[in-house]
């Protein structure tokens, strides 16, 4: 059975964004979204030979996965508006020590003392290098690409033939019409015909291409 394309039951966003609103429970920007999926899967055919099936399990996987996507971008832009010397800040450690108790404190507690005696505070800050590199790390591009892979196993794998590429003929290139072979250039009237290597040369570029979703 021959389903139909992404773009072919979503034409539009408006018809997208109806079934957006049908069956989606989070709130999120549909242009954005609508982009991503057709950018990536706009002539994929559906696996599903139940369309409703179809628009359903996108929309929960929509909802399942998305907002990790924008809750993640949100963090992202925290961080490149983040200063280097924000970023360079470790973290505080602080160390206090208790005395003077009360009497109701036993040694086994879990809580802390009720007065101190002594507090210890020590600062860490990163190095520029060390700085540098941790913000490449959470910086690092791909979650809208994982995003999309969550979707690989709804769409058939599609291909197409590529064109044929015209080739001169090999009597532009030798006058005798026969390529010498690379092994024993020496040996007279020794290679192949100009028939065979098109042949060769054919079969090669009208070989199938994969494309779409592997």
């Known amino acids: 059975m021959l389903t139909r394309k992404l773009c072919e039951i979503y034409p539009s966003i ?11 429970m989070e709130e999120y ?3 954005r ?16 030979s139940n369309e409703d099936q ?12 998305y907002p990790t ?7 992202q832009k925290k961080l490149r508006e983040m200063t280097d ?55 690092s591009a791909g979650v809208e690409n994982a995003f999309l892979n969550r979707f690989s196993n709804m769409f058939r794998a599609t291909g197409y033939y590529k064109e044929t590429v015209p080739l001169p003929t090999l009597e532009q290139l030798s006058s005798d019409g026969v390529i010498q072979t690379v092994g024993n250039p020496t040996t007279p009237n020794a290679g192949i015909t100009e028939a065979q290597v098109r042949a060769i040369v054919i079969e090669m570029l009208e070989g199938y291409v994969k494309g779409g979703v592997v």
């Not at 179809?54 to 996965?65: C, G, H, P, S």
């Not at 996507?69 to 963090?75: F, I, K, S």
């Open 85 to 139: 010397d924000e970023l360079a800040q470790a973290g505080n450690n602080v160390v206090n020590t208790g005395a003077h108790n009360t009497g109701t404190t036993r040694t086994d507690a879990d809580t802390g003392a009720t007065q101190l005696a002594g507090q210890v505070v020590s600062k860490s800050k990163y190095g520029k290098l060390k700085t540098a590199a941790g913000r490449i790390e959470l910086l």
């Open 69 to 75: 996507v924008l809750a993640t971008l949100a963090e």
């Open 54 to 65: 179809f628009r359903m399990e996108l929309f929960m996987r929509i909802d399942t996965f």
């Open 29 to 31: 920007d549909t242009k």
């Open 33 to 48: 979204l609508y982009r991503l999926l057709m950018g990536r899967y706009g002539t994929s055919r559906t696996r599903y």
């Open 14 to 24: 408006e018809e997208f964004d109806i079934d957006k609103v049908e069956l989606s």
